[in-house]
T-cell receptor, first 116, second 110 residues
Framework: EAGVAQSPRYKIIEKRQSVAFWCNPISGHATLYWYQQILGQGPKLLIQFQNNGVVDDSQLPKDRFSAERLKGVDSTLKIQPAKLEDSAVYLC??????????????FGPGTRLTVT | GDSVTQMEGPVTLSEEAFLTINCTYTATGYPSLFWYVQYPGEGLQLLLKATKADDKGSNKGFEATYRKETTSFHLEKGSVQVSDSAVYFCALNTGNQFYFGTGTSLTVIP
C-alpha cells in the first residue's frame, strides 16, 4: 500500500513569510497527526485529527500555526508568519483510528523547513 | 506531566555486540509504549510496542518489556548488525497525546 505522502520535502523561507505543508495519509486511515521535530529533539505533537475533526491541538501555537483537514482525507499545515525558531522537520503521520486501540502510526518522510 | 526520558547518545558498537538503550517514562494512567526507528534519510517506523504491564514487544531481534514497577521500557538486542545503525525513539501514548524521547543515535561498525 502507498505510504503517507508529504510535500514539499524541503522549503526555505525568510522570517515573516508564510508557508504551507501538505499531507496525504494512508487510504482508510481516520486519524492524522502533525508533528514538529526540531534538530536534536524528538517529535512534538502539534495537532491530531479524527476524520475532519480536531481531537487535540493543545500544543499548536495558534497565533501563527493553523491546520485543516476539510474532507477528512488530506491535510494542510500553515505557518503565518514564520519565525526563526520554526526551523524544523514537520512530520505527518496517520493511523487507522484511536478508538479501537490501534495506535500504530505510519509516518511520512517529513518536510524540512529552514527559516532565514 | 507525562514524559519520556531516553538514554543519550550517540552509541557506537561493534557488530555482534549487545545493545541496550534505556527508556523511562512518567505517566498518569496506563500508557502504551513504543520504540520507533529512523534509518538515515527515511521517516520514522514503528519497531515494536507494548500496551500493558509485563507485555514484551519484539521485532527484528529487538525486544522491550513494559515494566510498570520501574516505569521503564528498555530496548535490547543480543547481536547488532551494521544495518541497525539508525536513530531510536522511545514513545508513549496516553489518552490523545503522544510523547517522544529525544532519540538515541546508534552506529554499528564492522
Amino acid at each position: 500500500e502507498a505510504g503517507v505522502a508529504q510535500s514539499p520535502r524541503y522549503k526555505i523561507i525568510e522570517k515573516r513569510q508564510s508557508v504551507a505543508f501538505w499531507c496525504n495519509p494512508i487510504s482508510g486511515h481516520a486519524t492524522l497527526y502533525w508533528y514538529q521535530q526540531i534538530l536534536g529533539q524528538g517529535p512534538k505533537l502539534l495537532i491530531q485529527f479524527q476524520n475532519n475533526g480536531v481531537v487535540d491541538d493543545s500544543q499548536l501555537p495558534k497565533d501563527r500555526f493553523s491546520a485543516e483537514r476539510l474532507k477528512g482525507v488530506d491535510s494542510t499545515l500553515k505557518i503565518q508568519p514564520a519565525k526563526l525558531e520554526d526551523s524544523a522537520v514537520y512530520l505527518c503521520a496517520s493511523s487507522l483510528t484511536i478508538r479501537t486501540g490501534s495506535y500504530e502510526q505510519y509516518f511520512g518522510p517529513g518536510t524540512r523547513l529552514t527559516v532565514t | 506531566g507525562d514524559s519520556v526520558t531516553q538514554m543519550e547518545g550517540p552509541v557506537t558498537l561493534s557488530e555482534e555486540a549487545f545493545l541496550t538503550i534505556n527508556c523511562t517514562y512518567t505517566a498518569t494512567g496506563y500508557p502504551s509504549l513504543f520504540w520507533y526507528v529512523q534509518y538515515p534519510g527515511e521517516g520514522l517506523q514503528l519497531l515494536l510496542k507494548a500496551t500493558k504491564a509485563d507485555d514484551k514487544g519484539s521485532n527484528k531481534g529487538f525486544e522491550a518489556t513494559y515494566r510498570k514497577e520501574t516505569t521503564s521500557f528498555h530496548l535490547e538486542k543480543g547481536s547488532v548488525q551494521v544495518s541497525d545503525s539508525a536513530v531510536y525513539f522511545c514513545a508513549l501514548n496516553t489518552g490523545n497525546q503522544f510523547y517522544f524521547g529525544t532519540g538515541t543515535s546508534l552506529t554499528v561498525i564492522p
